[in-house]
């Protein structure tokens, strides 16, 4: 079974195509969103992510039906809020579905995948394919974040070609407020930094997700970057929060050699971090920040803790396979990174197994100590 929009897709990028769903949604009015990539890690009040929740709603009063890419902050968001509504979709695929991919578990019941018969190995080329067939799938437009260059001013080219017109579309509302503050008071018992000769802890500190939090679903990180405003915040402190909620820390393996899940803590004293700080552009984070959880060193050697070794790169690849999760290269061009004097714990950390007194949380401001001692019962101390 075919659809002369399938064939004429096909035909103007030169691919065949396979799909599954219902071919039926291409036969009334069909609405792409023009998103180019913006920032890495979006906010709700993002505005080109409030205008794309808005299209989407505004693209169903007219009785259209979304076209969308997968695999993208800003076509996911778009799936997200399309099928939050119960409405339809058609999505462009880079591959055949995979039912293990996240992104496509937001995809709306009543819809239609198309993907090219053959996958592409460039992951660049399969993506460009991919845009343009989301294209190519559509009769109408809504730009709303187009950079001069790109797979976005690509197809609104493409749009003009085939006589199309695109309309503009930005946020209507304004953008939410900020998240309010917490509460400023002082209060009394908010822990006394110990000195550095008296620091018996490993800390592990905090960064805001590059993404979802870590062990969050996907469609529930989509739920809140969909939010709007006012929204919870997610800063390093709301990840010391979320620790302290959840007692877990959660072990991660993105960075690690065999990817095994570790979690990594200093040795050093928390006011030795902070001349240490820096922003590695590469992974858009900064190395230390001023909020953490330390954690008595002798309990976490009960739990497997263990010192990083430093090697040069030679010695590095000769080190054999179960210990590379507990070796670090030493320094590279720029940067040495035995200064860091980096601990690891294999797995995650349930912290209800560690006596409260045997912790001590880190942050940069006293209302923040105060509010951690308040809500979870924590010993807070402030990087001074």
Known sequence: ?????????????????????DPGLLDGSRRCLLISRAEKSPRPDSPWLQATVEAVRESRARGE??????????????????????????????????????????????????????TLKNSAASQTLRDKLMGELSDRAFAIHIRKTGNMASLAARFAQRGI???????????????????????????????ESGWAFLTHFTREPAGAWPGEA?????????SGGPYAPRDSFAALCRILKEMRLRACGRLMADHAPMVCFTELHPKQTVPLRRWRRGLLRWTFTKYGLAIRKNVLLEMGARPVTYASREVLEAVPANERRFTQIEKTEKYCWSAEAEWRVA????LSTVPMHEMLA???????????SETFGVAATVIS
Not at 347 to 350: A, E, N, S
């Open 65 to 118: 039906t979304l076209v969308a890419g997968s695999g993208r902050i800003a076509y996911d968001a778009a799936l997200w809020a399309c099928a939050e509504r119960g409405d339809r979709a058609v999505v462009a695929l880079v591959s055949a579905p995979d039912e293990s991919n996240e992104s496509q578990r937001i995809i709306p019941p009543q819809s239609l995948l198309v993907w090219p018969r053959e």
């Open 165 to 195: 017109e695109v309309e503009a579309f930005g946020a209507t509302k304004s953008p939410a407020p900020p998240p309010a503050l917490l509460n400023r008071a002082n209060v009394d018992d908010i822990t006394p930094l110990p000195d």
């Open 347 to 350: 797995g995650d950390i349930d």
């Open 218 to 226: 996907y469609d529930d990180y989509l739920r809140w970057l969909c």
């Open 1 to 21: 079974m075919t659809h002369p929009v399938l064939n004429d897709a096909a035909a103007a990028l030169g691919v065949p195509l396979d799909f599954r769903g």
């Open 362 to 372: 880190v942050v940069e401001f006293t209302h923040e100590a105060a509010y951690l």
